[in-house]
Nanobody, 122 residues
């Protein structure tokens, strides 16, 4: 069993930055693939970024590539999403997830956090 708790969301101006954290408890996620997803009002949940268990391999949605960086600290059982050059269209609830493999598909993940709100103003 893995429990994930996101933090770090908030209100920022366009062009600003935020770093989201996802703290895992219950068991280590060092051997799990991790992902970040987001869901805006009226839209489906969409993939943002994923990272392999080793932390050395990542993959990003085209909409955030070059602006967002996913990383993990297996020692502290935490995954991060550094978000730079934020745009109003980045406004959404952001969720972290853990699964047996790293993937861009939400269906490959077994554990989910409750989400943290990110709002980017114009």
């Amino acid at each position: 069993q893995v429990v994930l708790v996101e933090s770090g969301g908030g209100l920022v101006q366009a062009g600003g930055s935020l770093r989201l954290s996802c703290a895992a408890s219950g068991r280590s996620v060092s051997s799990y693939g991790m992902g970040w997803f987001r869901q805006a009002p009226g839209k489906e949940r969409e993939f943002v970024a994923t990272i392999r268990w080793s932390g050395g391999t990542t993959f990003y949605a085209e909409s955030v590539k070059g602006r967002f960086t996913i990383s993990r600290d297996n020692t502290n059982n935490t995954v991060y999403l550094q978000m730079n050059s934020l745009k109003p269209e980045d406004t959404a609830v952001y969720y972290c997830a853990a699964g047996r493999i790293w993937s861009a598909s939400e269906y490959e993940y077994d554990y989910w956090g409750q989400g943290t709100q990110v709002t980017v103003s114009s």
